[in-house]
């Protein structure tokens, strides 16, 4: 590892294709004999730093069609979290059933799971039938595994029935030394960009592409109003620049006046901070108290001068959703991705059918979105969020902050990268950008 690490750092990527890869690397797990860690906790409490471990693992044999990556540098989504708390349910189960599908998908049925949905990194090995790329290559991954072998996937590859998010449904995930991904993950890494910076708008950058932008998802345009819940997270730090990159207005919904600071920063100028505001859109744990909905738009068509969203763009879930509803615009929109709060939402169908509104799911996204969304960034148009870097070896401290909402826009990991603000093949480029890239930094 130490050869390929400083082949990469030397900027002699055509020896990497020569070097030597090792049969073991570190990686952060969660254990099966830990699932029932956890039991009776209630989620907040549940540790990440306890379930997941930094450990020597084996490298898998590569398979047609898949990529072996130097990882230089990951980042923490949503997903780890949901992993390492065993909640809703353990990961292990979707590596079981995977494993079920052949010999070659048998490898991802392990006792340990390596978890990490993101990285930027050099690619080492490809395995046979890999045309477009070769070891050398500067790549970062998006999240997509697809087997592609029904028809049902060819006009949309989210619908492969056999569709899957790498290192939360898969093994060999990013937060790792190496990773092991399908070639037709692989994209282009941007050339104006740290490691560290490549690595973090990966998975929510194309979810929220795909949600707010895509056909496949609410298909915004310009002139759209578009209310954003949580929009200086991971999804909502994407959503609201998609917004304001497209020519639609975001509300930016956010829970405190730091946050609030950000979204003015990435060029929003509505905002609701919703801690301040107080709402209480639950009265008790079954009863949801419409008044608050009310106040809700109210306050929408106060900042918007009568507009309601053309958009609701939704992943709190059973906390918001009652709300999203009731404050879409008639014929408008409410685009979900998730369900943080809950997954068993409730909302009154009477707004929904009598205004005609359209509720739509939303999941990742396919190759081609996670492409467009990745050039974005790759243009200087979309901008990562970073605002912390932790080393590998502290990814559980990391995932705590994300699972305690402690954290702004995206936190990053280093994996092999020794140190931050590496890997930058294109300074002239950066400088235009400075201010947007590090607009996150140390919030
Ligand atoms: N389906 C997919 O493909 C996909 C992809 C990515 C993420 N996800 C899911 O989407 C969710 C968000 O991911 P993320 O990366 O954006 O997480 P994140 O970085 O934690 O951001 C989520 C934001 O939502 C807001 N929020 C949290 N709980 C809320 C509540 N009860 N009511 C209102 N706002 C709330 C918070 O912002 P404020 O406190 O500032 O309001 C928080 O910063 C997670 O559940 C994740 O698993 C799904």
Redesign the pocket.
């Given at each position: 590892m130490k050869e390929i690490l400083e082949a990469i750092l030397a900027d002699e990527l055509d020896a990497v294709a020569g070097l030597d890869v090792p049969d073991h690397y570190q990686g952060i797990t969660v254990h099966e004999d830990e699932v029932e860690m956890f039991a009776g906790l209630p989620t907040r409490e549940k540790d990440p730093r306890k379930s997941l471990h930094l450990d020597e693992v084996r490298t898998p044999e590569l398979g047609p069609g898949e990529a072996l990556v130097a990882v230089m540098a990951s980042a923490i989504?949503?997903?780890t979290v949901?992993t390492s708390i065993f909640e809703p349910v353990s990961t292990f189960g979707f590596l079981k059933r995977y494993g079920r599908l052949s010999s070659l998908t048998k490898r991802h049925d392990l006792p340990y799971h390596v978890v990490g949905s993101d990285l930027a990194g050099v690619v080492v090995r490809t395995g046979p039938g890999v045309q477009a790329w070769k070891p050398g290559d500067e790549v970062v991954a998006h999240c997509l595994s697809v087997e592609l072998e029904s028809p049902d996937g060819h006009n949309d590859t989210m619908m492969d029935p056999e569709q899957r998010i790498w290192g939360f449904e898969t093994n060999f995930g990013g937060l790792a030394e190496l990773a092991m991904v399908k070639s037709n993950q692989l994209m282009p890494k941007p050339k104006h960009l740290t490691w560290e910076e490549a690595a973090s708008p990966g998975?929510?950058n194309s979810?929220a592409y795909r949600q707010l932008v895509s056909r496949n998802g609410a298909g915004m345009k310009q002139g759209d109003t578009v209310l954003i819940?949580?929009a200086?997270?991971?999804?909502?730090s994407y959503a609201t620049q998609f917004a304001l990159n497209g020519g639609a207005t975001p509300i930016c919904?956010?829970?405190?006046p730091e946050?609030a600071e950000i979204c003015r920063k990435m060029g929003a100028e509505l905002i609701i901070d919703?801690a301040a505001e107080g709402y209480r859109f639950w009265k008790d744990e079954n009863t949801q108290d419409p008044k608050e909905w009310k106040r809700l738009g109210s306050r929408i068509r106060e900042l918007t001068g009568g507009d309601d969203p053309d958009i609701v763009f939704e992943?709190?879930g059973r906390?918001?959703f009652g709300a999203s509803v009731y404050v879409a615009r008639k014929g408008g929109t409410i685009v979900t991705?998730?369900?943080?709060?809950g997954y068993e939402h409730v909302y009154d169908n009477r707004y929904l059918w009598m205004n005609l509104k359209r509720i739509i799911g939303?999941?990742?996204a396919n190759y081609r979105e996670s492409w467009e969304a990745n050039k974005l960034v790759a243009k200087g148009k979309i901008h990562p969020t970073v605002s912390r870097v932790y080393p590998l070896a502290e990814t559980g401290q990391a995932a705590l902050e994300?699972h305690s909402?402690l954290?702004q826009g995206k936190v990053g990991v280093l994996c092999l990268a020794p140190e931050e603000g590496l890997g930058v093949r294109d300074p002239e480029m950066r400088a235009q950008h400075l201010t947007e890239i590090n607009r996150f930094r140390g919030l």
């Open positions: 989504n949503y997903n949901w998975l929510v979810t819940w949580g200086s997270g991971g999804l909502g919904v956010v829970s405190s946050k919703r992943h709190p906390e918001t991705c998730a369900s943080t709060s939303s999941h990742f994300v909402n954290h």
